[in-house]
């Protein structure tokens, strides 16, 4: 085998096509990365740090209908079908074991896969989590109120008030609206989980040479699924798996609610960086030193 990995595959497993890339040492641990968005992509976060990262052997995913994998085909996506697709790259692959490293959303489909194979991971390492939707859905609610100067008014009384037998209350998508009539998704997000100007231009240079846009088609499917409704935490007490933290202490959407219930609920050892929600912009060397603790550990 080479000292040394960098390939890049386009593959049709587990009944989709879906672009990956191996890079690094192969005879050092195995950490396949999942981005956030949903329907973001793997690109930026191996262009910010993955030099950093080369030590290990490194596996950047680009999800099911988002980034250079194959555009999405059907009308609904649930977090089963990332964890599947993950089993199939790894079985692809040939990694007995490696560590799910998950970004914001995806967070959940690391900790979801590691409650599915235990006995494939090693440890579920996840950065600035997004694990309670209905609760991120409030956050929004309120930074948005809070930053345009508008009363905040949870709707969440009046849908449960006027709820017909049967119906599931759909509180969090109701939230989200609310918040995005009152200031954009785009400046509302910036505002929750940037640091500095700085940081968030990074990324913004970093997207631009990938020329992938965001897939709203992955963003909508999820939707009609019900994924500002899905609530995590009652699955993390099923864990076996060691779970690690990373987080940004300037991060709204994750940061202090979203960890509390990986610490509560799974014992999670959490580090709090000062950054926003992409730690590697703005604390890079803390970022790969917590990573290496955990991983070398």
């Not at 991120?136 to 017909?164: C, H, M, Q, V």
């Not at 509560?264 to 580090?271: F, N, Q």
Request: with cysteine; glycine share 8%; hydrophobic share 40%.
């Amino acid at each position: 085998m080479s000292d040394w990995l960098d390939e890049s595959y386009f593959e049709h497993l587990n009944g989709v096509d879906l672009y990956f890339e191996q890079v690094g040492n192969p005879g050092n641990s195995a950490v396949i990365y999942l981005h956030g968005g949903p329907g973001y992509n793997s690109f930026s976060f191996r262009d910010l740090i993955g030099e950093d990262l080369s030590r290990y052997q490194m596996v950047y995913l680009d999800q099911r209908g988002s980034g250079r994998s194959e555009e999405l085909k059907q009308d609904t996506l649930l977090i089963d079908d990332l964890v599947e697709d993950l089993e199939a790259v790894r079985s692809f692959l040939g990694l007995e074991t490696f560590s799910p490293l998950g970004h914001g959303f995806g967070a959940m489909i690391a900790l979801e896969y590691g409650r599915r194979y235990p006995q494939h991971v090693e440890k579920i390492i996840v950065v600035s989590p997004w694990i309670h939707m209905p609760e991120l859905a409030l956050e929004l609610l309120k930074s948005a109120s809070e930053y345009t100067g508008k009363p905040f008014e949870d709707p969440r009384a009046e849908i449960l008030k006027n709820l017909k037998e049967e119906e599931y209350p759909l509180v969090g998508a109701a939230r989200v609206e609310q918040a995005f009539n009152l200031l954009n998704a785009r400046d509302l997000l910036n505002h929750m989980q940037f640091k500095d100007v700085q940081s968030r231009m990074r990324l913004e240079f970093s997207d631009v040479e990938a020329q992938l846009l965001g897939s709203g088609e992955v963003q909508e499917a999820f939707v009609r699924a019900g994924l500002w409704e899905f609530e995590y935490p009652g699955f993390l007490v099923e864990q076996e798996c060691p779970i690690f933290a990373l987080v940004g202490q300037h991060d709204r959407t994750s940061y202090p609610d979203q960890v509390q219930w990986l610490e509560d609920l799974a014992g999670a050892e959490i580090t709090v960086l000062d950054a926003g929600h992409y730690p590697w912009l703005d604390a890079p060397e803390d970022f790969v030193e917590a990573l290496d603790r955990i991983l070398l550990d």
